[in-house]
């Protein structure tokens, strides 16, 4: 008897979604620099003060993400590409189009070379880092090509997983926490903390994938609790992350390249668990095939709006490849991926393609309700 094969719907099939898997896409997608490379501890010299500029990024990005949504809610049953596209014109709006694509890229990048070094660091240093961003790749190109519905519900069990295993990663620590690590708070004011709010809020901006899964909702009316839930939710991790780091490392957090990998290191239940760091790296990269697989279909699909063609699909695979061929040869070292990741190089670039994109978007939207009352006018 022969068994059935599975195949991915076709490209023009209508993928369905509920609020909760995007929830659950946007925490994995927040939580996966936090957890790896955590370039949050080099933004400012001023340790004690890191969690401020956490938890000050908060009412930004979700104003940004509040946005996003509110946008796909006035063009309803349409992605933020055809959005940008119909408010900005063909020529214009493919190039606002590119430019989200390229901060995916950017985001894809970092990420594929960050789960690589750690596994490098931590397990195989022998072991080619071309290896580790193949295989993390590879999953992601395949788990991209079956479509956005199997991504979101893989993500609703692997939201589970993460808690499992990051919330004691929170807690089991404090009993070697040093509560004098937090201060003084605000010593040098309010200076030190801009630059780690400006590396949360670059982060946030990836929460603009939100506006590739908004034609594709069930229940399009009640995304935007879950979404100010899934910034409230992630910064509130974050934030808590960042005071066990600070409360355990103290000034030495700053010279540790992967923290939340030594965090795991220390981690103790009555001398029986301990050395967790493996079970981290499961975690790890759980979150970034899974956060992978997001941002190659939405890069495909975008690319496939932008040019009107249904064949998305073909576009996953090269977009895997750009992203694998960067990820190993656009940095030498560690210390070069540290740099990128910072609020300097791309903490700045997102920021800076993001607020054009809005200063676009508003512009557009100006200048569309101008162009329709301007004709009654003159008549």
């Known amino acids: 008897m022969r068994m059935s094969k599975r195949r991915a719907p076709p490209d023009n099939e209508k993928t369905v979604i509920s609020p909760y898997q995007v929830f659950a896409l946007l925490v994995i997608s927040r939580l996966v620099p936090v957890t790896i490379v955590f370039p949050l501890v080099s933004a400012s010299p001023d340790v004690q003060d890191l969690w401020l500029g956490a938890a000050l990024s908060l009412p930004i990005a979700g104003l940004y993400s509040v946005l996003v949504v509110r946008l796909g809610e006035a063009f309803p049953g349409k992605s933020i590409v055809e959005i940008v596209m ?99 708070i605000l010593a040098h004011g309010w200076r030190p903390t801009t630059l780690p709010a400006l590396q949360s809020i670059s982060f946030y901006t990836q929460f603009s994938v939100v506006g590739m899964l908004l034609p594709h909702l069930r229940k399009p009316k009640t995304v935007g609790k879950y979404v100010i839930g899934a910034v409230l939710t992630s910064g509130s991790f974050m934030t808590a992350f960042v005071i066990v780091l600070t409360m355990s490392f103290g000034s030495l957090l700053t010279a540790i390249t992967f923290p939340a990998f030594q965090l795991a290191r220390i981690v103790s239940v009555a001398n029986f668990i301990e050395r967790t760091e493996s079970l981290g790296l499961v975690a790890w990269t759980m979150t970034t095939s899974l956060k992978s697989a997001l941002f190659l279909w939405a890069c495909s699909t975008a690319l496939a709006q932008m040019l009107n063609i249904q064949g998305w699909r073909t576009f996953v695979p090269a977009f895997g490849f750009l992203t694998s061929g960067l990820a190993v040869t656009a940095f030498d070292s560690s210390t070069e991926l540290h740099d990128f990741c910072s609020v300097r190089v791309f903490g700045t670039s997102l920021i800076s393609i993001h607020l054009l994109l809005i200063l676009l978007v508003v512009g557009g939207l100006l200048w569309r309700k101008v162009k329709g009352k301007s004709p009654a006018g003159k008549r």
């Open 86 to 184: 119909e408010l900005l014109g063909p020529v214009l709006g493919r190039l606002a189009a590119s430019m989200l694509i390229v901060s995916w890229i950017l985001s894809l990048t970092g990420m594929l070379r960050s789960i690589a070094e750690v596994h490098v660091a931590a397990i195989m240093t022998e072991t080619p880092l071309i290896v580790f961003v193949v295989l993390v790749a590879s999953a992601a190109i395949y788990a991209a090509r079956t479509g956005l519905e199997p991504i979101s519900r893989c993500a609703e069990v692997v939201l589970i997983t993460v808690f499992i295993f990051f919330l004691p990663l929170i807690i089991l620590p404090l009993r070697r926490c040093q509560l004098s690590n937090l201060t003084p």
